[in-house]
């Protein structure tokens, strides 16, 4: 794999005022929003209307998603990205000029006012805080880019979370004053980083919006479904903020329940979650060998599955002491099986999101992408709004509702809910969570597909990576390539950010197990002109229609595997594609393949062998473009020996 570490787009302009501007902004919805919750224990608010309050407060916040996502996503289309969110920033400055107001005159309404416009502030930079990223990376930083937001944003979360906290525990007398100096100070930080993330330009200038939010709203749900793959990882990432939001709702009464502690451990026990998420999603990049390697998703998926289990088992009922600080529960039995829990949830819940991002980002035409954003956002508050229900009905006790100023039937409802325990909500979320992904990887085999090849590729190889820069971000390529194993084909789709349709000999194409990967991929089998022309002019028909679709298509122009481990002279089919469309050409080379399992070198496929070095190291370099028009097989079969050797 290439050395490249995510971490440098922390250095660089392109990137890292972005990157400052997203945290500080979650950073400083969650102070505001602890804040609130905050003046009512400081103002003693009795117990009844702070109940209400702390419901609403959720419903106020998520409201403008529904209404305004449709229309946020048209405007992140319409304008200039970096001067949008320069705007947002603004208008986040003016929102928290009204919360200090509410603050400091303990003004309650006036706080959920500046509440309901936050969340219209987020509803605007949500589109943009996404659609940004393919515009300032290149394909193979987008899974790093996208892993640096998701951590960024969980930690700012946290700590926001956290400060908010703080600033009416330790702030006395002042704490309103504090608070309101808090928020406004860190909008204002905000508003200034924005001034420096540079100019994008806007994907789709001449949109014309629609202001119309319900008529706009359908429109962006159907442009959202219109590829299969990016419609279902739509509806992954909103699973994920199901599956989240009813894990973090439960985290506050599991401490003090299930692990016998109080705010003070509920923290950790969100810490715990929430590094594990940061964790996760900044190794997503070194997992994926810098692609957008959406065979993470699976292995996400499951592995919070396999957690849940496990927490549950690890503390089923109450705990047994009561009264614990951090220090006291982890000297429990059990604790750190617990805590191994927490930080194992999150850290597959990063591999699960981050590669959904990425592939909605990477699959989805730049002129649209904002749109879809807007959807999905339309999407994950509808998700968020039914775990919050689903959890609330769940623990709702048998006859909860009696004995109140409620109407008699509301009582009787009321002994028909379950009352279950958090620990029974975890078991269940489990068994959804399988169930759910077991549904997705079944109606969109990709998923899996680029699971069996990515563990397949990753068990066997450690791969080294050089000159992919080359191959073209977008718009038709033709791959050529030396061919060495049965294995070529996926390892060069390891190693590309982009998919690519991979010409094989049908015989290759057939192998059971490869077989259903290579089908899944959309691989073109092709076979000789004597033993069946007719598929291979169906061939060579879908592979022009390919690159007339601007795809990438790669070919062996071998034609088969190397019987001596040495290059053979390529064939003329890559001279009559070309013939056909004019397209780049991009020479690449492998190397290290031929000691593999999957090559010829022990003669009989029943005869081979794991590699003589287990997870030996593989050489894929590739060359820059070379003009289509007039190349030949023999400068191209230069070109790979040149390279082969360079690996060397």
Not at 21 to 50: K, T, Y
Not at 261 to 271: D, S
Not at 558 to 581: C, H, M, N, Y
Request: glycine content about 8%.
């Amino acid at each position: 794999m290439s050395s490249h570490s995510q971490f440098a787009l922390l250095r660089q302009r392109r990137f890292a005022p972005f990157f400052t501007v997203q945290c500080l902004n979650a950073f400083n919805d969650n102070v505001f929003r602890q804040g609130i919750i905050g003046l009512l224990f400081w103002l003693n608010v009795p117990e009844s209307e702070r109940g209400l309050y702390t419901q609403l407060a959720p419903a106020i916040f998520i409201l403008p998603y529904f209404l305004f996502s449709a229309t946020a996503g048209q405007i992140a289309e319409k304008m200039e990205k970096a001067k949008l969110i320069r705007l947002a920033m603004l208008l986040g400055v003016l929102i928290m000029l009204v919360a200090a107001l509410g603050f400091v005159t303990h003004h309650l309404p006036l706080l959920l006012i500046a509440l309901f416009a936050t969340g219209v502030h987020s509803t605007l930079f949500g589109p943009v805080k996404y659609s940004i990223l393919p515009a300032v990376l290149q394909p193979r930083e987008l899974t790093g880019g996208n892993g640096l937001v998701e951590m960024g944003t969980s930690i700012s979360i946290l700590v926001g979370m956290i400060v908010g906290g703080l600033i009416f525990s330790v702030g006395g007398a002042h704490s309103p004053w504090l608070a309101a100096a808090a928020v406004l100070a860190i909008a204002s930080a905000a508003w200034i980083a924005a001034k420096l993330i540079p100019n994008v330009g806007a994907s789709a200038p001449d949109l014309r919006i629609n202001w119309n939010p319900y008529t706009e709203t359908i429109g962006v749900m159907k442009l959202a479904r219109k590829q299969l793959a990016v419609r279902n990882a739509v509806l992954g990432v909103s699973w994920f903020w199901f599956v989240g939001t009813v894990f973090a709702a439960e985290l506050p009464d599991y401490a003090p329940l299930n692990l016998g502690g109080g705010n003070t451990l509920y923290v950790f026990v969100l810490a715990l979650f929430s590094i594990g998420t940061g964790l996760g999603a900044v190794l997503c990049e070194k997992l994926s060998a810098r692609t957008v390697e959406i065979g993470l998703v699976p292995l996400g998926a499951f592995g919070i599955s396999v957690f849940l289990f496990d927490l549950y088992f690890a503390r089923s009922g109450a705990a047994p002491v009561s009264g614990l600080d951090i220090a006291g529960f982890m000297h429990q039995p059990g604790s750190w099986r617990i805590a191994i829990d927490l930080v194992g949830i999150g850290l597959f819940t990063g591999f699960f999101v981050v590669p959904l991002f990425a592939l909605i980002q990477s699959r989805t035409p730049k002129d649209e992408l904002s749109r879809v954003i807007g959807a999905l956002n339309i999407q994950n508050s509808g998700f968020v709004v039914a775990a919050s229900v689903i959890c609330l009905l769940l623990r709702l006790q048998p006859g909860a509702l009696c004995g109140g100023k409620l109407p008699a039937w509301t009582c009787s409802a009321s002994m028909h809910f379950p009352g279950w325990t958090i620990p029974q909500i975890f078991l269940a979320l489990a068994v959804a969570n399988t169930l759910v992904a077991i549904w997705i990887f079944t109606i969109v085999p990709e998923f899996l597909m680029r699971f069996l090849s990515w563990v397949l590729v990753r068990t066997l190889y450690r791969l080294r990576t050089r000159g992919i820069d080359h191959i073209p971000d977008e718009g038709a390529a033709l791959i050529v390539c030396n061919h060495v194993s049965f294995m070529d084909a996926l390892i060069l789709s390891a190693s590309i950010p982009r998919p690519v349709r991979f010409v094989m000999y049908y015989k290759i194409f057939n192998i059971p197990v490869l077989s259903w990967i290579f089908r899944t991929a959309k691989a073109i089998p092709i076979a000789g002109a004597k033993e069946n022309p007719e598929l291979m002019q169906r061939a060579f028909a879908e592979i022009d229609a390919a690159l007339a679709e601007g795809e990438l298509v790669g070919i062996f122009p071998e034609g088969a595997l190397t019987q001596d481990g040495e290059i053979a002279s390529f064939k003329s089919g890559v001279e009559k594609i070309l013939e056909q469309r004019q397209v780049p050409v991009i020479p690449m080379a492998l190397r290290g393949m031929w000691s593999s399992m999957w090559s010829r070198r022990d003669s009989k496929l029943h005869r081979a062998r794991l590699p003589r070095r287990f997870r030996a190291h593989v050489d894929v370099v590739a060359d820059a473009p070379i003009d289509g028009h007039g190349v030949t097989s023999e400068i191209l079969e230069a070109k790979v020996r040149e390279l082969r050797g360079d690996a060397a």
